[in-house]
């Protein structure tokens, strides 16, 4: 299970990932919404300490300038070996997924080519960071985003919310 808060990123995800622009977290838009919300996931297949894939449900709330609800359901992809991790577990993550919100603001119509779909891609790429004596225990870095993508392809709604967010999960 994972807790979570975070703000509106108002810059580009393009900005951000992609090769020679990465954008960092010091330098990014932050607008005037902030959301919290709760996720559930459990390991699907697994190769050793190696990689896994998980599956994720959860719900967020939106508040502030945007006030939607959200709930979506996802398939991450986890890399959990690095040089350091018998110090310092550490993971990354990326997911892919549906999204759904309670309505469409108009946040997300103006990024949108007059598209207007309440169900969007879901995409959430995230690191963790876990002390070797709390094994139970991570700290998530996740940046929560939904849109319909460059393709449109969600009744031709291009642009979404996204969110930087920090939290903390707990496996049992």
């Not at 690095?82 to 997911?95: E, G, I, K, Y």
């Not at 892919?96 to 997300?108: F, R």
């Not at 940046?143 to 460059?150: E, L, N, T």
């Amino acid at each position: 299970m994972t807790g979570f808060a975070g703000a509106l990123v108002q810059s580009s995800m393009t900005s951000i990932y992609v090769s020679g622009r990465n954008l960092p977290p010091t330098h990014w838009n932050f607008g005037s919404s902030g959301i919290i919300g709760a996720s559930f996931s459990r390991e699907v297949l697994t190769y050793g300490t190696l990689w896994a894939f998980e599956t994720e449900a959860g719900v967020a709330q939106r508040f502030g300038r945007l006030d939607e609800t959200e709930i979506w359901t996802a398939l991450y992809f986890r890399w959990k070996s690095f040089p350091w991790s018998d110090r310092l577990r550490t993971s990354v993550a990326v997911s892919t997924g549906l999204n759904w919100a309670s309505d469409v603001p108009p946040y997300e119509l103006d990024k949108s080519r007059g598209g207007r779909s309440q169900v969007l891609h879901y995409l959430s790429p995230e690191v963790t960071f876990g002390s070797i004596d709390h094994p139970n225990f991570d700290l998530v870095f996740r940046f929560h985003h939904r849109s319909g993508g460059k393709l449109a392809v969600f009744d031709h709604a291009s642009g979404g919310v996204q969110y930087g967010t920090v939290g903390l999960r707990y496996r049992w």
